[in-house]
């Protein structure tokens, strides 16, 4: 028991000094149960390669110069569909929440529309763009748009009202109402709407990709499967995890946290 204990009290203390080896210890046991897998033999080697098969694809692909072409192209696709719909979520969000005949104009529309998933809009957007970077660019901003409105809805409408009737009663216009006290309020909800919408973006990317595309992350498993490398395609499926794990650990959750501690106590 007491060394149990010390095990764990040296893991803690550990994962304080270096936080990076917290994500990576409890993938630990699964690469382990993956390599012990793959060497019995349980299934044909070409069905289930072990990580070493994918760790030789990862770096023939990356010499080849086939891998970070495709991760190029993904990320231009997302970070470009992502900044389309949050340009256009938070205004509309920021209208809906601060104007009732917005809200009763728009919101019958806005959950018409989110009930139509992003895939289901691509046999239409195909007959319009073709397969292109124009139905791509679509369906990641239309997946994007929705978590970040309602987000942002909800974050305006969290702001208690009595904070911006105290503004205007010192004599602040509306715009400065705004600017200075519905925005910050309604901050940590628009990050956590960002941070959703842009999780739900990368999975319409890599899906439209499979559909649609000629390039990316999601073509790269789509044309691996016509060649019959599963290699390549659990290749993709752990750059996909590894990557959004990046993203989301290392720069939106941070920013989420810092945004809801410098301005959580108004949303509270």
């Known amino acids: 028991m007491n060394l149990i204990l010390k095990g764990w009290s040296a893991y803690t203390r550990m994962t304080v000094r270096w936080p990076g080896v917290a994500a990576i210890i409890p993938f630990i046991p699964v690469v382990l149960l993956w390599t012990i897998v793959s060497e019995a033999s349980v299934f044909p080697r070409a069905f289930f390669p072990g990580p070493g098969d994918v760790v030789r694809s990862f770096l023939s692909l990356t010499y080849k110069g086939i891998l970070p072409d495709y991760l190029q192209d993904s990320l231009i696709r997302l970070i470009t569909g992502a900044s389309v719909g949050m340009a256009l979520g938070i205004p ?3 209208l ?3 104007s009732r005949w917005a809200h009763r104009i728009c919101w019958p529309v806005l959950l018409f529309f989110q009930a139509i998933g992003d895939i289901a809009w691509l046999p239409i957007l195909l007959i319009w ?3 292109g970077l124009t139905t791509m660019t679509f369906v990641i901003v239309y997946t994007v748009l929705f978590p970040v409105v ?3 809805v909800l974050g305006v409408e ?3 009202r009595d904070l911006g009737r105290a503004a205007r009663s010192l004599g602040a216009s509306p715009a400065r109402v705004l600017w200075e006290v519905t925005l910050p309020g309604a901050l940590p909800n628009i990050i956590t709407g960002l941070r959703n919408g842009l999780g739900y973006g990368w999975r319409a990317l890599i899906a439209v990709e499979i559909i649609v595309g000629t390039s990316g992350i999601g073509f790269m498993m789509f044309d691996a499967r016509r060649a019959g490398s599963t290699v390549e395609i659990i290749l993709g499926m752990i750059i996909l995890g590894l990557l ?3 993203v989301d650990a290392w720069i ?3 920013i989420e946290r810092a945004t809801g ?3 959580g106590l108004v949303t509270s």
């Open 244 to 246: 959004w794990y990046i």
């Open 92 to 94: 509309l969000g920021i």
């Open 252 to 254: 939106l959750a941070p």
């Open 261 to 263: 501690k410098r301005w």
């Open 150 to 152: 309602l987000n942002t």
């Open 96 to 98: 809906i929440g601060t």
């Open 129 to 131: 763009f073709g397969f």
């Open 158 to 160: 969290s702001v208690p």
